[in-house]
């Protein structure tokens, strides 16, 4: 068996009319410039690349301007001669290179060869160490939202995304979607999955929220899952999903990647990467209603989002607009939230480190829920004979968020729960009562700075596997349906007659499930560990030491 460190091939090539050593191994494409003295010299920039083979996108060969290009079967037509009387050819390597803020870029290299089979034998190394990476997506499905954010998806697409999949040979099928639900309904019914590696969503959180449930939807019913009761243990997608960030706020993406910028999701869906993602189920009265990964948010955030749906045509700056308002509006809702604490598992929501790439708590967790799995959904069971552990909040209350992920976005590059995990099974349940406009305001800028939010009285969080609120004047299902008939349109559609500070405050707000509104306000949500994958790898941590070897670094 070869070891990965094994030397594929090693030649002097040029590279800008300069001589390199040049080496292949199973993981490294490495380029030395040759110097003319070997003398050690602390201040001469560094002269040697190392690009990861599996941070390859592809190669071609260069056609040389005076004629000579490859015909057909692979063999050289012409060759342009050197001075010297030798003939050169030349193949580019293109490959990720990142900048600032967890930006990725395509960076290239040519290399120029002694001889035309030379050339032809790096190429043919480095392709066949790019077939190799199992993990890389041949056929891709694409959707597009073209009515998402600024409605700049077709756009940002065309012109950034779809020339990088086919300079890395990425076939693709796209769906520009022609209204809502269409990419959910195609893929429950009309797709043919089993065709594509993966699924591509150009759009926000909402367009985002439509793939994973055509995707779960159905896995569950392809593995006789029924969704409606809360306690199956749902089966996990085996299609990956890449985003291109092309919506409002596009959080799932921030924090899943570390930036919104299509070029970098399209590198990381290029390079076959996996992340993967909890999803919450939310049913109500043993009806399954939605999944949420991201936020799953009653009261401001909920009410922001009804508000601003009527903003569309603002685009982003709607959800300013409508967080001002909600702001000064200031309404609590009352009622009862019960919670399963998350025991056994790594980590808290007051923790200083955050989720990063190779998270050690997500492969915790991810493992021990994944080998206790039976036991755990067991005891979760809220009426089993643990039903103690349950623990239950009653009150008043201005916001009740509970955030699967961090919920980072340029908004607030911490988040809404800054040491929340991508893939650990737990939720952050955020309780924040009611207070003062001005402490709540105070909450609110902490998402800001560098000020914890959760260190204030009227704020607790807790990390939880379910939980469940009940508002404190239940809602009939005749309600809901008058609610949803008459009411579609107001801002509060509630029915408030029994409510005795009815004209002042709701009695209920919406639940705002990562960007779309959920008019239930009965809600019970369980944590389903790693029910997706992403073609991210988390956020990375910037390198502690600096390659010094690497000019690009300095
Ligand atoms: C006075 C300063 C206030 C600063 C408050 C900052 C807090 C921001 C936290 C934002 C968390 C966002 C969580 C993500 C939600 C998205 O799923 C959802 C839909 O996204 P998209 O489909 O891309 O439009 N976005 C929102 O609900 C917007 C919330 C904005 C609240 C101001
Ligand atoms: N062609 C379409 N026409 C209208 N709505 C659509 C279309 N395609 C998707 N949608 C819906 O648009 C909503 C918002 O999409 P999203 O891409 O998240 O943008 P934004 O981030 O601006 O909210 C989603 O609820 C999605 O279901
Ligand atoms: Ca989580």
């Not at 967890?102 to 290299?109: G, K, M």
């Amino acid at each position: 068996m070869e070891r990965p460190g094994r030397l594929l091939l090693l030649s002097e090539l040029r590279v800008r009319n300069a001589a390199y050593d040049v080496s292949l191994n199973r993981s490294l494409l490495t380029w030395k410039k040759r110097v003319s003295s070997p003398v050690y010299h602390p201040f001469r920039p560094s002269l040697s690349h190392n690009v990861p083979v599996s941070e390859i996108i592809s190669v071609r060969e260069e056609e040389e301007e005076n004629g000579s290009r490859q015909k057909e079967d692979g063999s050289w037509k012409k060759m342009k001669e050197q001075e010297g009387g030798d003939c050169r050819q030349s193949f580019t390597v293109m490959y990720v290179e990142r900048g600032r803020q967890h930006r990725w870029r395509c960076a290239e290299v040519t290399f120029t060869c002694s001889d035309g089979a030379l050339c032809q034998r790096w190429v043919s190394s480095i392709r066949e160490q790019l077939a190799s990476i199992g993990s890389r997506p041949k056929h891709l499905l694409v959707y597009i939202n073209p009515f998402g954010g600024k409605r700049q998806g077709k756009r940002v697409y065309e012109q950034k995304v779809a020339p990088l999949f086919a300079q890395a040979g990425v076939s693709t099928h796209v769906i520009v979607t022609e209204y809502a639900n269409h990419a959910r309904d195609h893929l429950r019914t009309g797709a043919e999955l089993k065709k594509y590696d993966g699924v591509v969503c150009v759009g926000g959180d909402g367009m985002f929220s439509e793939i994973i449930h055509g995707l779960i939807w159905r896995t569950q019913v392809d593995g006789g899952v029924d969704l409606n009761c809360p306690d199956e243990t749902l089966s996990p997608c085996s299609l990956r999903i890449g985003i291109i960030p092309a919506g409002s706020t596009d959080c799932i993406c921030f924090a899943t990647v570390g930036t919104n910028d299509p070029v970098t999701s399209a590198l990381h869906i290029i390079v076959g990467d996996s992340q993967p993602m909890d999803v919450c189920s939310v049913h109500h009265n043993n009806a399954f209603l939605r999944f949420s990964v991201s936020l799953l948010g009653y009261g401001f955030y909920g009410d922001v989002l009804t508000d601003s749906e009527r903003k569309r045509w603002m685009g982003p700056a709607r959800y300013d607009l409508s967080g001002l308002k909600m702001f000064l509006t200031h309404h609590y809702y009352e009622g009862t939230v019960s919670y399963l604490p998350a025991r056994g598992t790594m980590g808290t929501p007051r923790d200083a480190s955050t989720c990063r790439s190779g998270c050690a708590v997500c492969q915790h967790n991810g493992q021990l829920l994944s080998e206790k799995g039976e036991k755990y959904e067991l005891s979760d069971a809220p009426d089993c004979e643990s039903e103690g552990e349950w623990r239950t909040v009653r009150g008043k209350f201005l916001a009740i968020n509970a955030a699967s992920m961090s919920c980072a976005c340029p908004r607030s590059p911490k988040g809404l729960s800054p040491a929340a995990h991508l893939a650990d099974g737990t939720t952050d349940l955020i309780l924040v009562r009611k207070c003062s406009r001005f402490d709540f305001l105070r909450h609110l800028l902490r998402h800001t700075s560098k000020d914890d939010q959760f260190d204030l009285t009227f704020v607790e969080v807790h990390r939880v596997r379910r939980f469940r609120f009940t508002p404190r004047y239940c809602q009939s299902d005749s309600d809901l349906e008058l609610d949803l008939q008459e009411n579609k349109h107001q801002i509060f559609s509630q029915i408030c007659r029994d409510h005795p500070a009815c004209g002042c405050t709701p009695a209920y707000s919406s639940w705002n499930c990562d960007g779309e509104i959920l008019t239930h306000a009965a809600i019970d949500v369980r944590a389903h560990c790693q029910l997706i994958k992403l073609f991210a790898r988390g956020i990375e941590e910037p390198p502690v030491f600096e390659d010094l070897t690497n000019p690009c670094a300095i």
